[in-house]
T-cell receptor, first 115, second 112 residues
Framework: DAGVIQSPRHEVTEMGQEVTLRCKPI?????LFWYRQTMMRGLELLIY????????DSGMPEDRFSAKMPNASFSTLKIQPSEPRDSAVYFC?????????????FGEGSRLTVL | DQQVKQNSPSLSVQEGRISILNCDYT??????FLWYKKYPAEGPTFLIS?????DKNEDGRFTVFLNKSAKHLSLHIVPSQPGDSAVYFC???????????FGKGTMLLVSP
C-alpha cells in the first residue's frame, strides 16, 4: 500500500510568488491534516479535513494561506503571496477517523524555501 | 504558547545505555499521549502511545511513563542503538480521535 504522497519534495521560490503544495492521502483514510515544521515552533497543525470538509483551520497563519480538498484522494495547500517567513517543511498526514490518534500517517514533507 | 514542551533540544547517549526523553504538558484536557520518531528527510512515524488511564506502556526496547499529577511523560529506550538516532516528538490529544499537539522535538544521538 502506498503511503501519503506529497509533492513537490523541495520548492525554492521568490518572495511574492504563489506556492502550491499537493498531497495524496492513503486510500481509505478520511481525515487529512496539514502540519508545518519550523525550528522555532516545531510541528504546528495548520488545518484538517474530515470527509473532505475543513473542520478546523485555526492554525492557518493568515489569509495568504488556503487549503482545499476537492475529493478524497487529493488536497492542496496554497500560499499566495509567499514570504521568507513561510520557509519550512510542510507535512501532510492522514488517518481513518475511527482509529486512535496514534494512527496518523505522515508523508515525507515538502521543504519550502522562499527567498 | 506551547501546550506540549520538550525542553531538551538534543541528547547524546552511548550505545547500550539508556536514553530518557522528557515531555511536559500544560493542558489538563489531554488524555492521550504519543511519541513519534523522525529521521532526516522523512515524515514522523508513530512509535508508542499511552492513555491517561495508565502510567506505563512498554513495547520492546521502548517504554513510556506518564505522571498525570506532574503533567509529565518520558520515553525510555533501553538499550539504545545507533539506529535510534533521530528526532523524537512528543504529542498529546484531548480524546483519542482528536487532533495532535506536538512538542518541538528532541534530537537523540546514539554513538557507537
Amino acid at each position: 500500500d502506498a503511503g501519503v504522497i506529497q509533492s513537490p519534495r523541495h520548492e525554492v521560490t521568490e518572495m511574492g510568488q504563489e506556492v502550491t503544495l499537493r498531497c495524496k492521502p492513503i486510500s481509505g483514510h478520511n481525515s487529512l491534516f496539514w502540519y508545518r515544521q519550523t525550528m522555532m515552533r516545531g510541528l504546528e497543525l495548520l488545518i484538517y479535513f474530515n470527509n473532505n470538509v475543513p473542520i478546523d483551520d485555526s492554525g492557518m497563519p493568515e489569509d495568504r494561506f488556503s487549503a482545499k480538498m476537492p475529493n478524497a484522494s487529493f488536497s492542496t495547500l496554497k500560499i499566495q503571496p509567499s514570504e521568507p517567513r513561510d520557509s519550512a517543511v510542510y507535512f501532510c498526514a492522514s488517518r481513518r477517523t475511527a482509529t486512535v490518534a496514534g494512527e496518523l500517517f505522515f508523508g515525507e514533507g515538502s521543504r519550502l524555501t522562499v527567498l | 504558547d506551547q501546550q506540549v514542551k520538550q525542553n531538551s533540544p538534543s541528547l547524546s547517549v552511548q550505545e547500550g545505555r539508556i536514553s530518557i526523553l522528557n515531555c511536559d504538558y500544560t493542558n489538563s484536557m489531554f488524555d492521550y499521549f504519543l511519541w513519534y520518531k523522525k529521521y532526516p528527510a522523512e515524515g514522523p512515524t508513530f512509535l508508542i502511545s499511552i492513555s491517561s488511564i495508565k502510567d506505563k506502556n512498554e513495547d520492546g526496547r521502548f517504554t513510556v511513563f506518564l505522571n498525570k499529577s506532574a503533567k509529565h511523560l518520558s520515553l525510555h529506550i533501553v538499550p539504545s542503538q545507533p539506529g535510534d538516532s533521530a528526532v523524537y516528538f512528543c504529542a498529546a490529544s484531548a480524546g483519542r480521535y482528536s487532533t495532535l499537539t506536538f512538542g518541538k522535538g528532541t534530537m537523540l544521538l546514539v554513538s557507537p
